[in-house]
């Protein structure tokens, strides 16, 4: 996001809180209380004694899920907001918990949550800009489809501290676990030989807390902060060890030299040899399909786990993709999402020159179109987007759960930033959302297969 697009970002975001905090729908002070749908999304309750739920550190809740009436899970958790931007400018808050033990508050235990795999960290992620509702699960949904993990889903309705706060996606937060990032655990005794080279999380994000940036600047982009922003993931940055830190630096400069370097095809000796080239594939035809306006420079997850090469992914935040966004060309169907930089050259966050320099090798675009003919003939097919969308709309629409969503949050009609449409209806942005991809499908369809 440009200087300018956050300033304005954030005068109109408080605009719409000092301007609504009065009178939400559901306040009882406002003499109106949106009631829940019956018999239909799981019912997502969480008490605080009304203390409010601050960004850190964690406070205690108790956490109840129904499904028709049916109690599934009760039981304690450590409750946080989260996210950069959003917690602080949209009404609308997304939160992270952590289930705990009964006996022990501190200690976190795994459970399951609505068929879930059993884990301890979750996230309940509140689509407000995004008014489709389902632009994450539509993205996480495919790329499990395939063969890809990412965060699952459910879409429930919220309840806090008794009141409805409409339509949430419950969802796995990113981690090593065995059901979610399956590499191996790197322990901090582990500092030497094979046990060093994983395994790894790392992220491409914004923040203050910076851990690691790339060797130099990248003639593939203009702007002057073209260096890299990693993140520790995993290990955390409290707890990687010196040796640790100067193996994934190493790692990632080594690939960016044999990138950058006159010879960068060669099998043996150029960057095939650092990154599983299958997940970058996958990883450029996801964020393509969507041209997500963040994909590449924001919120990108990679792995590295042991004795094995970098991976990209998971595939992580869509919000603000499949054109919900007026800046840097993302509303558009037919522009390249890994060229961003050369239409937003003053952006703070450009793509990694890595991506421009794949595509300067003929078999890294012979493997992209490889992949993408067979997917576009199954799980990427239209028939198999649409009916996808379709089947999250039903969902959506049933019993009204759409509906009682925007009667708490009445934003239909309204420009939350940074939406390029502007629907009037939830049938509208739903079409939109459907219409859009369809057409971008179709003009991936006639550039990659020109690979």
């Given at each position: 996001?440009?200087?300018?697009?956050?300033?304005?970002?954030?005068?109109?975001?408080?605009?719409?809180?000092?301007?609504?905090?009065?009178?939400?729908?559901?306040?009882?002070?406002?003499?109106?209380?949106?009631e829940?749908?019956?018999?239909?999304?799981?019912l997502?309750?969480?008490?605080t004694?009304?203390?409010?739920?601050?960004?850190?550190p964690?406070?205690?809740?108790?956490?109840k899920?129904?499904?028709?009436?049916e109690?599934?899970?009760?039981?304690?958790?450590?409750?946080?907001?989260?996210?950069?931007?959003?917690?602080y400018?949209?009404?609308?808050?997304?939160?992270?918990?952590?289930?705990?033990?009964?006996?022990?508050f501190?200690?976190?235990?795994?459970?399951?949550?609505?068929?879930?795999?059993?884990?301890?960290?979750?996230?309940?992620?509140?689509?407000?800009?995004d008014?489709?509702?389902m632009?994450?699960?539509?993205?996480?949904?495919?790329?499990?489809?395939?063969?890809?993990?990412?965060?699952?889903?459910?879409?429930?309705n919220?309840?806090?501290?008794?009141?409805?706060?409409?339509?949430?996606?419950?969802?796995?937060?990113?981690?090593?676990?065995?059901?979610?990032?399956?590499?191996?655990?790197?322990?901090?005794?582990?500092?030497?030989?094979?046990?060093?080279?994983?395994?790894?999380?790392?992220?491409?994000?914004?923040?203050?807390?910076?851990?690691?940036?790339t060797?130099?600047?990248?003639?593939?982009?203009?702007?002057?902060?073209?260096?890299?922003?990693?993140?520790?993931?995993?290990?955390d940055?409290?707890?990687?060890?010196?040796?640790?830190?100067?193996y994934?630096?190493?790692?990632?400069?080594?690939?960016?030299?044999?990138?950058?370097?006159?010879?960068?095809?060669?099998?043996?000796d150029?960057?095939?040899?650092?990154?599983?080239?299958?997940?970058?594939?996958?990883?450029?035809?996801?964020?393509?399909?969507?041209?997500?306006?963040?994909?590449?420079?924001?919120?990108?997850?990679?792995?590295?786990?042991?004795?094995?090469?970098?991976?990209?992914?998971?595939?992580?935040?869509?919000?603000?993709?499949?054109?919900?966004?007026?800046?840097?060309?993302?509303?558009?169907?037919?522009?390249?999402?890994?060229?961003?930089?050369?239409?937003?050259?003053?952006?703070?966050?450009?793509?990694?020159?890595?991506?421009?320099?794949?595509m300067?090798?003929?078999?890294?675009?012979?493997?992209?179109?490889e992949?993408?003919?067979?997917?576009r003939?199954?799980?990427l097919?239209d028939?198999?987007i649409?009916?996808?969308?379709?089947?999250?709309?039903?969902?959506?629409?049933?019993?009204?759960?759409?509906?009682?969503?925007?009667?708490?949050?009445?934003?239909?009609?309204?420009?939350?930033?940074?939406?390029f449409?502007v629907?009037?209806?939830?049938k509208?942005?739903?079409?939109?959302?459907?219409?859009?991809?369809?057409?971008?499908?179709?003009?991936?369809?006639?550039?990659?297969?020109?690979?």
């Open positions: 996001m440009r200087l300018s697009q956050f300033l304005r970002f954030l005068f109109l975001s408080l605009l719409l809180v000092a301007c609504s905090k009065d009178a939400l729908p559901g306040d009882n002070e406002g003499g109106v209380v949106y829940y749908p019956p018999n239909t999304l799981p997502v309750a969480i008490y004694q009304n203390v409010a739920i601050p960004d850190e964690k406070i205690r809740a108790t956490l899920i129904t499904e028709r009436g109690p599934l899970f009760e039981g304690p958790v450590g409750i946080e907001t989260r996210g950069q931007s959003s917690q400018f949209y009404p609308k808050k997304q939160y992270g918990f952590e289930t705990r033990s009964t006996e022990d501190e200690l976190d235990v795994d459970v399951s949550l609505l068929g879930l795999p059993e884990e301890e960290d979750w996230i309940l992620q509140a689509p407000y800009g008014k489709s509702l632009r994450n699960v539509l993205t996480y949904s495919l790329s499990e489809d395939m063969g890809r993990y990412a965060s699952r889903t459910r879409f429930v919220l309840n806090l501290n008794d009141q409805n706060d409409g339509v949430y996606v419950l969802m796995e937060r990113l981690k090593r676990d065995v059901n979610r990032i399956d590499i191996n655990e790197l322990r901090e005794v582990e500092n030497e030989g094979s046990a060093l080279t994983g395994g790894y999380i790392l992220k491409i994000d914004k923040g203050t807390d910076i851990n690691m940036t060797a130099f600047a990248s003639k593939y982009t203009s702007s002057e902060q073209s260096v890299i922003h990693f993140l520790y993931e995993t290990p940055a409290e707890t990687i060890t010196t040796a640790q830190k100067d994934i630096q190493t790692y990632i400069s080594d690939f960016e030299d044999a990138l950058q370097s006159e010879n960068f095809t060669d099998e043996i150029g960057y095939k040899a650092y990154i599983d080239v299958a997940s970058f594939v996958d990883f450029f035809i996801l964020t393509e399909l969507g041209n997500n306006v963040d994909g590449y420079r924001l919120s990108t997850w990679l792995t590295k786990d042991r004795d094995e090469k970098l991976k990209m992914g998971p595939v992580w935040d869509f919000n603000l993709a499949y054109g919900n966004a007026n800046y840097c060309a993302a509303e558009r169907y037919d522009v390249w999402a890994y060229r961003l930089s050369e239409r937003c050259p003053g952006d703070f966050y450009p793509v990694p020159f890595w991506w421009m320099r794949l300067e090798d003929p078999s890294f675009k012979v493997a992209v179109r992949r993408y003919t067979a997917l003939s199954g799980v097919s028939g198999a649409a009916s996808k969308i379709e089947s999250y709309r039903e969902l959506l629409d049933s019993s009204n759960n759409a509906g009682y969503n925007f009667n708490r949050w009445p934003i239909l009609g309204e420009w939350v930033w940074p939406n449409f629907g009037q209806t939830y509208e942005e739903v079409d939109y959302l459907k219409d859009w991809v369809l057409n971008r499908a179709s003009w991936l369809d006639e550039q990659i297969g020109s690979f």
